[in-house]
């Protein structure tokens, strides 16, 4: 099986290179046939991959330690879930998993687009087909999965002890998701340029594509929060680590072009601007992952330094950025607008101002992750820039664009009068205000938390507003109840509503993110039956009384369980429980934290130190003195269910509608066909 | 007499000034509660990098390492010293590389200008576009309209039969 993975990886790479030159060619010459052919061979890549793909899990399942990759990820004893998870966990398997999801994409694109968008097609396949190939001789010629060790191990090194939690194995197949989708809308922009048909069909072919990966890439980085919640074990869930940091840039462009691609819909604006953040978030993407795989930045994410992939992908990101520019300035007179901005005071400003503020959020961000080797370069020294930089530096702009949040949607399209401010912002500035009022009363003075959680008012009211409004409106034109017509007012127009739903996620998730601010932690060393009391920024305390620590041996590791009594104000609330593992294969220890979820705060519990480790697991010293970093994390719970609110609108945005307008079919394209004699499709989404 | 008002305010200055290193140093002369040398060194460690963990401060590092020099933090704290000073004394004992924000000189006030320079310059430059925008776009586009082709007709009336088709759906 494992022979047949590697000469289907070879074949592949082969099959891409073929077919990204016929798509070029087909494209360049009109020819049909030749389009047909790299259509198929974007399929034969992926059937391929998957091949592949199988191999790599079957080594995986069936312990086969002769190969690299296997024995430096898995052992006997780990669980049959984490073997299978095994394809992503290191460098050479994520490659393939990485170019197994863009091959699936694009057999997907190939098939819905077989009738339609014919004169894209050639240049989309050869764009997303270059981007394979690219992938396919990394890992052909640098990170080959199928190495071989010049011994067989009897076991294997294991898996990363902090790789070994449920949100590990969905949190980096999410962030794949997201940066392979955004390559489709990148290869239509691509197309679009090329074929010079620069009106807005390859922003709407592609609107649905762009809304799955913005999904991905959200869920992805909030399962990578959550992650670093549970298993980091310091109380926190982002920490402006180099890799988190790469998976936030694509996200900031592609949510600013989320937004400005409405105006070219609707105004025919903003052509030139939307490629350009079309490319720089697909450039970002590639940039993440040259960041995570080729350790020139130090992070705890990062996959070990590998010089020569880094050079190669540097490599492949210098050509793509040329290439691309190149791209825009030859087609620069074809993009621009169409139409002419009316006021200041108009969506079509506020859209702007966001997208403003999100490219300086972007370039914020990619500064301070890229200042290391840019000090380095100027002073020979490296600065080390930490979460304290990014919180400065990235705190104001978060809350310029929550205002935004609330103004953007219902600020009219071309000129707002003052009747139109006054009617659609009186309610949510008086609500701010008086939110703000009463949390100064009652002693609130932080600042940012303040003004985070009076402009989420006034963004949180807006949005209800709106609904409210709709709903009202509907139930009274059609004479339907309230639920239904807002059934009905959501189903009518899920783009909008979609987007609104998202905004009040968003909303509630600053929220949670405001709460880190009046966050209470205390570290002891207790005995068992000692207690200590912390406060939380709700009023009441908790009383922690350290019980005792029992041990036990599960598959792959030897568990040491800390046992907490927990009572709030003097009530009686249960037991939590605080781990340390030492696991076999990697001789490392790691902690698991105890989390007491309630549905304003967290009580978060680590186990930092146990006295006597060795004693407790012979028994000699059942009762160790053991210290304690207790938090109270207040709100964090509201950062989860933000996520989830916004995973809920974005699919709203995202399912189709039920009133689909009719299709126009273009004939089926035989081979042999020349596309110029295709007649035009439709406008359709892809 | 005013002289020797002065002379005495100053020299009271001076004693009270020089007297505070020693009261730093002595809790028991200058108590520091211990929920306000908790907030002195946390506000120390957010500053420090972790001596283990790459990109890590030294508040949320589980290692250790990390957990000594929180100890050796906190003692400094409860002597009275202030947060930065301590952070001073982490990095003249351990290195430069301790410290994980970028000083406001040198090299380092480089890491805080930029990001608000390129605000400022998109924000000057997004308005002159938007003063361009507002004048009318005529500028932008070509004296005349490049002419219609035969497929863009078939497009542009099939895109209006739909049209017409929602909104009489609709």
């Not at chain 1, 984490?82 to 398997?93: E, I, N, P, R, S």
């Not at chain 1, 074990?233 to 988190?244: C, I, L, T």
């Not at chain 1, 940039?287 to 130090?298: D, N």
């Not at chain 1, 914020?364 to 200042?371: D, E, N, P, S």
Request: proline content about 5%; glycine content about 8%; some cysteine.
């Amino acid at each position: 099986m494992t022979q047949i993975g590697e000469i289907a990886l070879w074949v592949a790479l082969l099959v891409g290179a073929w077919g990204a030159t016929l798509a070029f060619v087909g494209g360049r010459t009109g020819r049909g046939d030749l389009v047909l052919s790299a259509e198929r061979s974007v399929w034969v890549v992926f059937a391929l991959l998957a091949t592949t793909a199988g191999a790599i899990i079957s080594a995986f399942l069936h312990d086969e330690f002769r190969y690299e990759y296997v024995t430096g990820h898995s052992n006997r004893e780990l669980p049959f879930f984490y073997k299978v998870t095994g394809l992503w966990a290191g460098q050479t398997g994520s490659l393939v998993f990485w170019s197994l999801l863009l091959a699936l994409f694009s057999s997907i694109v190939v098939f819905q687009n077989r009738r339609r968008n014919r004169e894209f097609m050639p240049y989309v396949t050869g764009t997303l087909l270059v981007v394979l190939v690219f992938f396919l001789t990394v890992i052909v010629t640098q990170s080959n999965p199928f190495t071989t060790l010049d011994f067989t191990p009897t076991d294997g090194r294991g898996l990363n002890p902090q790789l070994q939690n449920y949100w590990m194995t969905i949190h980096p197949p999410a962030l794949y998701l997201g940066f392979t989708c955004f390559t489709i809308p990148f290869a239509f922009c691509v197309s679009a340029l090329l074929s010079g048909r620069l009106d807005t069909r390859w922003i709407t072919t592609t609107r649905r594509w762009t809304l799955v990966a913005w999904f991905f890439l959200t869920i992805g980085i909030i399962f990578g929060m959550m992650w670093a919640y549970v298993e980091l074990g310091w109380g926190g869930f982002w920490f402006w680590d180099p890799v988190e940091n790469a998976s936030l840039l694509p996200w900031l462009t592609g949510t600013a072009f989320v937004h400005s691609v409405m105006i070219q819909e609707k105004r025919g604006m903003l052509k030139m601007w939307n490629v350009l953040l079309m490319m720089s978030t697909f450039l970002l993407s590639i940039f993440a992952t040259f960041l995570t795989r080729s350790g020139l930045i130090e992070s705890v994410h990062s996959f070990a330094q590998n010089l020569p992939i880094a050079y190669t992908f540097l490599a492949f990101l210098g050509v793509m950025v040329v290439g691309t520019a190149g791209l825009v300035w030859w087609r620069r007179d074809r993009l621009a607008p169409e139409s002419r901005l009316e006021s200041f005071l108009s969506r079509e400003a506020a859209f702007l101002l966001n997208n403003l503020l999100f490219v300086a959020a972007m370039f914020a961000v990619l500064w301070g992750t890229m200042f290391p080797l840019i000090s380095e370069g100027v002073s020979g020294h490296k600065i080390t820039v930490g979460p304290p930089f990014f919180n400065r530096v990235n705190i104001p702009i978060g809350l310029l664009l929550l205002a935004l949040l609330g103004i953007g949607p219902v600020i009219a399209w071309r000129k707002a009068t003052a009747r139109n401010l006054r009617r659609n912002f009186t309610l949510p500035v008086s609500v701010a205000l008086v939110v703000g009022t009463v949390l100064l009363a009652t002693g609130v003075r932080h600042v940012y938390a303040l003004l985070t959680f009076v402009l989420a008012s006034f963004t949180m009211t807006t949005v209800v507003v709106e609904f409210w409004k709709g709903t009202r409106a509907r139930a009274r034109i059609e004479g339907e109840g309230a639920a239904v017509a807002l059934i009905h007012l959501v189903q009518r127009n899920r783009r909008r509503y979609g987007g609104y739903i998202v905004h009040a996620g968003l909303v509630v998730l600053f929220c949670g993110l405001a709460g880190k601010a009046f966050g209470t932690e205390k570290e002891v060393a207790l005995s068992p039956g000692e207690w200590v009391d912390i406060r939380s920024a709700w009023g009441h305390t908790y009383r922690l009384t350290y019980q005792d620590m029992s041990w036990y041996t599960a598959p792959n590791m030897t568990k040491l369980v800390a046992s907490m009594d927990v009572r709030i104000d003097g009530r009686r609330a249960g037991v939590m429980a605080s781990e340390k593992r030492s696991y076999r294969q990697r001789e490392e220890v790691v902690s698991e934290v105890g989390i007491r979820r309630a549905w304003n705060e967290d009580l978060y519990v680590i186990l930092a130190g146990i006295e006597d480790m060795d004693g407790v697991v012979r028994g000699t010293n059942p009762r160790p003195l053991a210290t304690f970093h207790i938090l109270v994390n207040p709100l964090v719970p509201w950062i989860w269910l933000g996520g989830l609110i916004m995973a809920i609108g974005t699919l709203t945005a995202l399912w189709p509608s039920a009133e689909a307008p009719p299709r126009v079919r273009a004939p089926r394209l035989s081979a042999g066909a020349r596309p110029a004699r295709v007649p035009e499709p439709e406008l359709v989404e892809a | 007499m005013r002289i020797r008002t002065i002379r005495a305010l100053a020299l009271a200055v001076l004693a009270a000034a020089s007297s505070v290193p020693l009261r730093a140093q002595d809790p028991a002369t200058s108590p520091i509660s211990a929920d306000d040398a908790m907030r002195v060194a946390n506000a120390a460690e957010t500053q420090l990098r972790s001596p283990v963990t790459p990109g890590h401060t030294l508040d949320m590092c589980p290692s250790a390492e990390a957990s000594a020099l929180r100890d050796t933090v906190l003692w400094q704290a409860k002597q009275g010293m202030t947060s930065d000073q301590i952070v001073e004394d982490v990095i003249g004992r351990r290195g430069e590389e301790m410290r994980i924000v970028p000083r406001h000189s040198g090299t380092g006030l480089l890491a805080w200008i930029a990001p608000p320079f390129v605000l400022l310059v998109g924000a000057g430059a997004l308005t002159a576009k938007m003063r361009r925008m507002r004048r009318g776009a005529s500028a932008d586009l070509p004296e005349t309209a490049a002419p219609i082709t035969a497929d863009d007709r078939a497009l542009l009336d099939r895109a209006l039969r739909q049209m017409e088709r929602e909104e009489a759906a609709s």
